[in-house]
Antibody, heavy 116, light 108 residues
Framework: EVQLVESGGGLVPPGGSLRLSCSAS????????MNWVRQAPGKGLEWLSY????????YYADSVKGRFTISRDDADKSLYLQMYSLRPDDTAVYFC?????????WGQGTPVTVSS | EIVMTQSPATLSVSPGERATLSCRAS??????LAWYQHKPGQAPRLLIY???TRATGIPARFSGSGSGTEFTLTISSLQSEDFAVYYC??????????FGGGTRVEIK
């Protein structure tokens, strides 16, 4: 069974940093592209970032470009999102999702709150 | 960036009735359109990809249609577990991947 489990969320002050992790199991992680998607309170889904197999290609939404960095460790079957210069409007539940275009498996998310 | 617009925002349906959800793209996305179901506190679930192909394990009461800029998700006979928020998403021209604002299907 495919499982994606996010961790690392929490409360952080404006301007702070946080690193999210996504642990994968039940599939050959290194052969799949991965993504981060978020949902702010009362809002819809927003795609944030993509990383290809082999980490050859990364994409970012304009809203996080230059502040967030996606990475992966295939040996550890883990996906990461390093977040810098966090703002109150980054408050959301952050999901990792598998796929290149169509997102066929998702985790349950980890909440991030940016507040003083 | 391709803008996805879903309607209605909220759909009130009685169990056993048919639900029809719409999704419109600001420019053609071909058939590169997916539908997801999301319940509070749970992982979003892929229902339909390539506009009309059901994902693994998705019941036959869910069907997708359309191409270009107009798409529809139909739930033929709503079950209690189908009350949720549904999102469409295009993958024809990305980055960015873009989602519609969602349609909440609630019990009438």
């Amino acid at each position: 069974e495919v499982q994606l489990v996010e961790s690392g969320g929490g409360l952080v002050p404006p301007g702070g940093s946080l690193r999210l992790s996504c642990s994968a199991s039940g599939f050959t992680f290194r052969t799949y592209a991965m993504n981060w998607v978020r949902q702010a309170p009362g809002k819809g889904l927003e795609w944030l970032s993509y990383i290809s197999t082999g980490s050859n290609t990364m994409y970012y939404a304009d809203s996080v470009k230059g502040r967030f960095t996606i990475s992966r460790d295939d040996a550890d079957k883990s996906l990461y999102l390093q977040m810098y210069s966090l703002r109150p409007d980054d408050t959301a539940v952050y999901f990792c999702a598998r796929g290149a275009g169509t997102l066929d498996s998702w985790g349950q998310g980890t909440p991030v709150t940016v507040s003083s | 960036e391709i803008v996805m617009t879903q309607s209605p925002a909220t759909l009130s349906v009685s169990p056993g009735e048919r639900a029809t959800l719409s999704c419109r793209a600001s420019q053609s996305v071909g058939s590169n359109l997916a539908w997801y179901q999301h319940k509070p506190g749970q992982a979003p679930r892929l229902l339909i990809y390539a506009a009309s192909t059901r994902a693994t394990g998705i019941p036959a009461r869910f069907s997708g249609s359309g191409s270009g800029t107009e798409f529809t998700l139909t739930i033929s006979s709503l079950q209690s577990e189908d009350f949720a928020v549904y999102y469409c998403q295009q993958s024809n021209n990305w980055p960015p991947l873009t989602f519609g604002g969602g349609t909440r299907v609630e019990i009438k």
